[in-house]
């Protein structure tokens, strides 16, 4: 259990919260609130400002400052293949059987997308796999501006690590300015949707729902309500692959089965 001590005033920032959620519809319900208040401290003092209404304020008037508090919040940190050796896994040992049980009519969901690395991952390798035309892939996030720059698809270099040349040159278009575009055969493919995993409704009928370094931020309670809901969107035999520093600790009473570290299986 972390402990943390805040020096600014706590009934402003009970407020602070209800405000968040009336004028800005963000819940933070959920999070881990320890952490919340640590970020949204240092902010205050980065700003200089010495009460959680008066950051409110600038929050409301200044569009960037705004976007630095979500992004302080929420880290939209990601990268084309994270953890590749994760993703070899996916497509070596869990991928062929998903294909086979859904006549190639995959569906797929990237929760918690970010700026859309993670769903285009997956377009590339259900492409490398000539699956890629048969499935349908859904990628969400609640962060507006994220989605918006997912749509775009443009990334620079950091974010192409794990790809080697080739993998560039058959999936993006390099700009002048050294950035690289995803082609539109592979950004075509994938349906971008603002939802809140904590809040929202999710659609059924999953057969792979992909959600990782989300849930880092959330407490048990919220954890394992989020959970559920992916035990509940799964198909049975449908697989839920998350974050290389996340375990379910009780997949069981999610209807969920260990079929690999970081993989897990309804049945
Ligand atoms: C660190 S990024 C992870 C991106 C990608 N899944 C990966 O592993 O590289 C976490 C993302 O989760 C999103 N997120 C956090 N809480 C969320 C919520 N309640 N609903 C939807 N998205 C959320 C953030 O906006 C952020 O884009």
């Excluded at 492409?127 to 349908?136: A, V």
């Excluded at 609640?142 to 058959?170: C, H, P, R, V």
Aim: glycine content about 4%; charged content about 30%.
């Amino acid at each position: 259990m972390e402990f943390y001590s805040s020096p600014f005033d706590d009934n402003d920032y009970e407020l602070f919260l209800k405000k968040l959620i009336k004028h800005f519809n963000l819940d933070l319900t959920g999070y881990k609130q320890h952490r919340v208040r640590r970020r949204t401290d240092l902010l205050l003092r980065k700003h200089r400002v010495t009460s959680y209404s008066e950051y409110f304020d600038l929050l409301k008037t200044h569009k960037d400052i705004w976007e630095e508090f979500l992004d302080k919040l929420t880290i939209n940190v990601t990268e084309f293949f994270r953890n590749p050796e994760k993703w070899e896994y996916l497509k070596k040992e869990i991928l062929p059987d998903l294909i086979k049980e859904s006549m190639g009519n995959l569906k797929i969901w990237s929760a918690g997308c970010s700026t859309g690395e993670e769903p285009y991952t997956i377009a590339i390798l259900l492409n490398e796999m000539g699956n890629l035309n048969k499935s349908t892939i859904i990628a969400a996030d609640f962060d507006e501006g994220a989605l918006k720059k997912a749509k775009e698809g443009i990334y620079d270099q950091k974010t192409l690590i794990n790809l080697n040349d080739s993998f560039k040159q058959k999936y993006f278009n390099k700009l002048e300015n050294g950035n690289y575009q995803i082609k539109d055969f592979i950004r075509k493919r994938v349906n971008f949707k603002q939802i809140n995993l904590l809040l929202d409704n999710f659609e059924s009928n999953f057969d792979l729902i992909v959600c990782r370094n989300v849930v880092i931020y959330f407490d048990t309670e919220a954890k394992d309500k989020l959970y559920k809901k992916f035990g509940d969107a799964l198909k049975k035999n449908g697989v839920l692959f998350v974050g290389s520093t996340e375990r379910i600790f009780n997949p069981k009473d999610f209807h969920l089965i260990s079929i690999a570290p970081f993989f897990y299986r309804k049945n």
